[in-house]
């Protein structure tokens, strides 16, 4: 059991190895030629943004926040912007955006159904969404109707592909976050998950031991998408801050800082 154990984590850090420097090579940043200039805290722009618990992308326990979180707060300050965290689930993301109480969020999806009231920066990172399973379940699918018979776990809020967000035709139990799915998962509460493979892998190193044999990802993916920073159009001059964002996001690209903060939070 222990050589198993080993054994899967070693396969999930190189599938998540390769995958991410694929990701990384598909996504392409303008080159900026602006100076790089370090400014004291007090001259710093001010931009307020939501946060949420996605790890390893986003959270107030890991090491600068997580991936995500280092890479906009980077990218801010690289343009003489500070950047101030909120956090709250996702449900409530959307509605305080919606009204303009906050500047954006630290990362999302971009979606048909959001573009009217939110805007979105370049791409930074690429999201693999999977399904998981229990390993004594015998699924597995190839179209969405195949996983008729089978209930999904879902986080409240979180837009996954277009196809299975319509389809009503599957039976979908929605929770709070991806550790509640994931824990109903091994509970056998669920059958299936939906989860992006980078959150998977670091829910099974950090708080699923004890059970990571006991679940697995279903091929295909489901999904890949893009990660952007999405901005309140409901905030005066947010087209500016998504402007400045992206300077900043091609600056920390073009002398690799960018590469280095992911390797940092994915491979060590």
Known sequence: MMVGFKAKLQYLKYLTQGFLLWCLALITVAPAFAAHQQLPKDALKVVRLTGIDWRPYEGQNLPNNGLATEIVTTAFKRVGYRVELTYMPWARVLKEL?????DG???????DDRQDKLAFSTAYLQSAVVFFKRVDKP???SNLTDLKPWKIGVVRGY????????????????????????KKLIANH?????????????????TMVANVDDIEPLEPALMLRAVHTMFS???????????????????????KTLQKIVKKHLFN
């Open 98 to 102: 919606e009204f303009g109480r906050y």
């Open 105 to 111: 969020a630290v990362s999302a999806y971009k979606t």
């Open 139 to 141: 699924i597995s699918w």
């Open 159 to 182: 837009a996954n592909s277009q196809a299975f967000d319509n389809a009503d035709y599957l039976t979908k139990d929605f929770a709070n976050s991806n550790l509640a799915n994931v």
């Open 190 to 206: 669920v059958d299936l998950v939906v989860i992006d493979k980078f959150v998977a892998r670091h829910l099974l190193l950090n």
């Open 233 to 255: 159009k409901s905030v005066a001059g947010y087209q500016q801050k998504v402007a400045d964002f992206n300077r900043g996001l091609a600056l920390i690209t073009t002398d």
